[in-house]
């Protein structure tokens, strides 16, 4: 937990930011300025500041994020028009949030 950190204070239930699924070691929930119809974030429970930071231990992390980005495109009925997944990794590559999520955005 990082004081400081926005998506820190939404894991924490500090905000009333409403999730649409959490599993052990992550939340999901909208973003705030959709880019698609669907645009969710996949959002890891502990503070990892990006791609670059993840170490042996988070395999697990990793591997719930990519199925509960599965699971979200069928729940929101996207999974046969498609959708994409997104790691935004430092200020070059587009991160505003230091904290690992998952951008998934469809159902154009
Ligand atoms: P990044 O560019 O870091 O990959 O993406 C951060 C995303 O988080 C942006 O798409 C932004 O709209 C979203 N976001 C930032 N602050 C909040 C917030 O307080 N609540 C929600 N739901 N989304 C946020
Ligand atoms: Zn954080």
Redesign the pocket.
Known sequence: ??LS?????I?NGETSTKFLHEDNNLVVFKDIHPQAPVHLLIVSK????SINDLEDDDREIVAEIIMAAKLMAQRHGISKSGYRLFFNVERGGGQV????HLHLIGGW
């Not at 950190?5 to 204070?9: K, P, T």
């Not at 502990?46 to 500041?49: G, P």
């Open positions: 937990m990082e950190c926005q998506f820190c204070r894991v502990k503070h990892i500041r949030i230091f904290h690992l």
